[in-house]
């Protein structure tokens, strides 16, 4: 028998999927808690199911030898991971991470069924198209802001995602900025400072406040 709270939870945040695909998904679909840094997915792992997100919010990254990591974008309540799903249909091993930022619920959905959908619901069709849409759109936003932008761009850019995601208070240290960006915790140190000297954020001691970017 069916969770009827597992159904609602779907529905809360997939409203527009028809009451059959919302019982597909709950049957076939697995929910599991992440605490903080817990992975959702790892580079090198062959994905068999895909990733939409509950609740919570979940960064998807790039990692380099040296464990440097380089953001791509975030996932929040409604969203999928496009990515995930373009592994699971071509049988491809994952190129990325991901890992919750706070405690999230992340839906994990078999690649097999995920496949059926698609001819059998327009909701599903439309839904993943639009995923792919957005999360390349986000991508493009990313590169425009690393090949044509100086790094106190970049600083305002990435706090300006980060407000989107998680609101008028970052809490985010110096250094993870700085491994973020790729820069060093005096250099972010430093850009911080002036950002302060505008009156575009409040830094406080665990976590950045963001007044007003809107002039940059």
Same mark, same amino acid.
């Given at each position: 028998?069916?969770?009827?709270?597992?159904?609602?939870?779907?529905?809360?945040?997939?409203?527009?999927?028809?009451?059959?695909?919302?019982?597909?998904?709950?049957?076939?679909?697995?929910?599991?808690?992440?605490?903080?840094?817990?992975?959702?997915?790892?580079?090198?792992?062959?994905?068999?199911?895909?990733?939409?997100?509950?609740?919570?919010?979940?960064?998807?990254?790039?990692?380099?030898?040296?464990?440097?990591?380089?953001?791509?974008?975030?996932?929040?309540?409604?969203?999928?991971?496009?990515?995930?799903?373009?592994?699971?249909?071509?049988?491809?091993?994952?190129?990325?991470?991901?890992?919750?930022?706070?405690?999230?619920?992340?839906?994990?959905?078999?690649?097999?069924?995920?496949?059926?959908?698609?001819?059998?619901?327009?909701?599903?069709?439309?839904?993943?198209?639009? $995923?792919? &849409?957005?999360?390349?759109?986000? %991508? =493009?936003?990313? #590169?425009?802001?690393?090949?044509?932008?100086? @790094?106190?761009?970049?600083?305002?850019?990435?706090?300006?995602?980060?407000?989107?995601?998680?609101?008028?208070?970052?809490?985010?240290?110096?250094?993870?900025?700085?491994?973020?960006?790729? $820069?060093? &915790?005096?250099?972010?140190?430093? %850009? =911080?400072?002036? #950002?302060?000297?505008?009156?575009?954020?409040? @830094?406080?001691?665990?976590?950045?406040?963001?007044?007003?970017?809107?002039?940059?």
């Amino acid at each position: 028998m069916l969770d009827p709270e597992k159904i609602s939870l779907i529905q809360e945040k997939f409203p527009q999927f028809e009451p059959a695909l919302l019982q597909d998904i709950a049957q076939a679909g697995v929910i599991k808690h992440l605490e903080p840094e817990d992975e959702a997915l790892r580079t090198g792992q062959f994905l068999k199911s895909n990733v939409l997100v509950l609740g919570g919010l979940v960064k998807v990254y790039r990692e380099d030898e040296e464990g440097d990591e380089f953001l791509m974008y975030y996932l929040q309540d409604g969203n999928a991971c496009a990515l995930s799903m373009m592994c699971t249909a071509r049988d491809e091993k994952s190129q990325v991470m991901a890992k919750a930022v706070t405690p999230s619920e992340v839906l994990f959905i078999p690649a097999h069924v995920s496949e059926l959908w698609l001819a059998k619901y327009p909701s599903w069709h439309t839904f993943i198209i639009a $995923s792919y &849409r957005a999360r390349f759109d986000e %991508l =493009l936003q990313t #590169l425009d802001s690393i090949v044509f932008k100086g @790094l106190d761009e970049r600083l305002v850019f990435y706090l300006k995602r980060h407000q989107k995601v998680m609101g008028q208070e970052v809490r985010l240290s110096h250094q993870q900025i700085a491994e973020e960006l790729n $820069s060093s &915790r005096e250099v972010i140190s430093r %850009l =911080l400072k002036k #950002l302060e000297q505008t009156g575009a954020v409040v @830094l406080h001691r665990n976590f950045i406040e963001i007044k007003n970017l809107d002039l940059f």
